[in-house]
């Protein structure tokens, strides 16, 4: 349960990663298509196709897929672009499913500490990044305490 | 007919929804006592209710004079899973992100000599 509320508390998606290079090299990874395409997606996914015009109001698009869950299409637009620094775009699927149009923000922060690269992401699933960071005390506390009840409802269910 | 987790985050996509679920998350309230900290009106704040109720994330109780908010668990519950999904997706990708980046820093080293220009 407490790695479950950890993750409610973090609930519009944040994952903190080290990476063992400048962050120069890390945001390229983002930012050429070439690259991209080298780890994009979960790990029994490929992606195959990506294309990425890299400025500000520019799009990219891109297709994972796997055996088991063929062709999968997402594409956004670039928001904030602040080489090696700042990295903020929409992100939305294409295609049929729970997720279809509901569109989301991504915001990518690039550190760098001793020659490594501490890079912060974040997603939430609304429009504007102001109301998100507006309110995101009121949504996150909301979903902490929510989230407990729900697991003591399951809980009194199954016994 | 939207699917339950487009109905759900088009109502969560509004900070005064937002903050009327935290308050909620608090305890049952009254449409007076969720309107008291907001500049808006009350017929404003009946409307934010009834997005809420209409995506399954509040309900009313059903006497006319008094008719408490409650929170409803179970469309959080969904909306968590579905990060779940996300987390696992993202994290997954920055695993390759990470095997990859040690291959193109062997690339660099292999083909040519570091060399930084500015």
Not at chain 1, 64 to 71: F, V, Y
Not at chain 1, 95 to 110: K, L, W
Not at chain 2, 37 to 63: C, D, M, Q, T, Y
Request: proline share 5%; net charge positive.
């Amino acid at each position: 349960m407490r790695a479950q509320r950890k993750s409610v508390a973090d609930s519009e998606l944040l994952i903190v990663r080290t990476f063992k290079a400048p962050p120069s090299v890390v945001f390229a990874l983002w930012s050429s298509a070439e690259h991209f395409k080298r780890w994009m997606g979960p790990k029994d996914f490929t992606c195959p196709e990506a294309t990425i015009d890299f400025r500000v109001g520019g799009r990219y698009r891109a297709m994972i897929k796997s055996a088991e869950h063929g062709e999968n299409w997402f594409s956004g637009v670039y928001r904030e672009i602040v080489p090696g620094k700042r990295l903020v775009f929409t992100f939305a699927w294409e295609n049929e499913g729970p997720s279809a149009g509901v569109e989301m923000v991504v915001t990518i922060t690039f550190e760098e500490r001793d020659g490594k690269t501490i890079q912060t992401f974040h997603q939430a699933p609304f429009r504007s990044v102001e109301r998100r960071d507006s309110h995101v005390g009121g949504w996150t506390e909301a979903f902490d305490k929510q989230i407990a009840y729900a697991e003591n409802i399951a809980k009194e269910q199954a016994a | 007919m939207p699917d339950p987790l487009s109905v759900t985050f088009s109502a969560l996509s509004d900070p005064t929804r937002r903050a009327i679920l935290a308050r909620l998350a608090q305890g049952e309230a009254t449409v007076n006592e969720l309107a008291e900290p907001f500049e808006i009106s009350l017929p404003a704040v009946s409307r934010h209710l009834k997005v809420l109720e209409g995506a399954g994330l509040i309900n009313r109780g059903r006497s006319a004079q008094w008719r408490p908010c409650r929170l409803e668990p179970e469309r959080l519950k969904a909306v968590d899973d579905w990060l779940s999904l996300y987390r696992r997706f993202w994290e997954e990708s920055f695993d390759k992100m990470a095997a990859y980046l040690e291959e193109v820093k062997q690339g660099e080293a292999d083909a040519r000599p570091k060399k930084k220009r500015r």
